[in-house]
C-alpha cells in the first residue's frame, strides 16, 4: 500500500525558510515523477513543483524562484526547500506523484501544515 509522509511544516515569520520533507513506500520511488501540492483553506489542492525521475523541475509561476524540489531516490523521500514564504503560501502541503503524468493520485498523506502570518 502507498504511504506518503510529510513533515516538516511550521509556523514561520514572512520573509523565512522551511524544508519539507516527504517519505514514500509502497511505490518503486524511483521511476515516478513527483509532486508538491498545496491546500489552502477554502482552495482546492493545487499542484506548485515538480520533479521527473531524472531530476528535471518545475514550478507554479506564484512558487518559481523561490521554492526548490529535490529527491533522494536512496531514501525514497522528496524535498521542497521555500524561502521568502508569504503569508499567501498558507496551506497544507502534500507530496504525491504527478498528477499530469499518471492521473489523479488515489492516495495521499496527512500533509503538513505551514502558517505564514500576515
Known amino acids: 500500500q502507498v504511504q506518503l509522509v510529510e513533515s516538516g511544516g511550521a509556523l514561520v515569520q514572512p520573509g523565512g525558510s522551511l524544508r519539507l520533507s516527504c517519505a514514500a513506500s509502497?511505490?518503486?520511488?524511483?521511476?515516478?515523477?513527483m509532486g508538491w501540492y498545496r491546500q489552502a483553506p477554502g482552495k482546492q489542492r493545487e499542484l506548485i513543483a515538480a520533479?521527473?525521475?531524472?531530476?528535471?523541475?518545475n514550478y507554479a509561476d506564484y512558487v518559481k524562484g523561490r521554492f526548490t524540489i529535490s529527491r533522494d531516490n536512496a531514501k525514497n523521500t522528496v524535498y521542497l526547500q521555500m524561502h521568502s514564504l508569504k503569508p499567501e503560501d498558507t496551506a497544507v502541503y502534500y507530496c504525491?506523484?504527478?498528477?499530469?503524468?499518471?492521473?489523479?493520485?488515489?492516495?495521499w498523506g496527512q500533509g503538513t501544515q505551514v502558517t505564514v502570518p500576515s
Open positions: 504525491n506523484i504527478d498528477h499530469r503524468e499518471y492521473g489523479s493520485p488515489r492516495y
Open positions: 509502497g511505490i518503486i520511488f524511483r521511476i515516478y515523477a
Open positions: 520533479i521527473t525521475s531524472a531530476g528535471s523541475t
